[in-house]
């Protein structure tokens, strides 16, 4: 399931991250210091999301030994990148412990890289991520005007999860709204098929976002 929040850079040029609310509040602290909004939220996967596209998986060096250990690492990658299509790795800390071979954590490193798609930086401390998470932020919401998507693993086989799943991916629809429209419509004929009229009947849509909604779905694909 995802939640778009439907967040983009206002006339004030507010820039907003939502971030995981069992972060480090030393980093959100910095990133509001560098001029973004943040919004506190449990997130299902990553750390940090700044678009709809991109999120953040912050890791401190330790933890970052302690996944290659536990074998986390990669199932935690894989699990990102199947949600969003831009994740990126912030190793923070001066150094590593040394538990680890220093050629298997090169290896572990390259294959993020090479093998899942990922960016990787590495920041000497809680400022210097603010200030990369800030900057990533501010690319996406001012320069590409991307929205915020917050993403979920979407395997399930509970078909109403699947349904809201189907649903939330509309423009401006979270998953309360998502849950609203299909206790209202009942199945995804239902909803795919109203009138816009139909749409602003239920309770939290309003005309504006019933016009976005029905223009959507009759959107042609372009190849």
Do not use: W
Not at 11 to 33: C, G, L, T, W
Not at 34 to 40: A, F, L, S, T, Y
Not at 157 to 180: C, F, H, R
Request: hydrophobic share 40%.
């Amino acid at each position: 399931m995802q939640e778009n929040f439907s967040r983009y850079a206002d006339k004030n040029s507010r820039i907003f991250v939502y971030a995981d609310s069992r972060e480090d509040p030393a980093v959100m602290h910095f990133i509001e210091e560098n001029g973004c909004i943040v919004r506190k939220k449990v997130l299902d996967i990553g750390d940090y999301v700044v678009s709809d596209r991109a999120v953040i998986e912050r890791k401190t060096r330790v933890d970052f030994e302690n996944s290659l250990i536990d074998g986390r690492l990669f199932d935690q990658a894989g699990r990102l990148h199947s949600a969003y299509e831009r994740v990126i790795y912030i190793i923070e800390g001066a150094s590593f412990t040394g538990r680890i071979n220093r050629n298997a954590l090169m290896a572990a490193i390259s294959s993020l890289i090479l093998n899942n798609g990922i960016s990787v930086f590495f920041t000497r401390n809680h400022k210097a991520t603010a200030e990369l998470i800030s900057a990533l932020a501010k690319k996406e919401q001012m320069q590409s005007k991307r929205t915020i998507l917050i993403k979920r693993p979407a395997k399930t086989s509970n078909t109403n999860l699947q349904l809201v799943y189907v649903v939330s991916a509309l423009p401006g629809i979270g998953d309360l709204t998502a849950e609203k429209l299909l206790m209202h419509f009942k199945t995804l004929k239902n909803l795919f098929n109203a009138t816009e009229q139909d749409l602003a009947s239920v309770s939290g849509i309003g005309k504006k976002r019933a016009r976005e909604i029905s223009k959507f779905l009759r959107t042609e694909y372009i190849e």
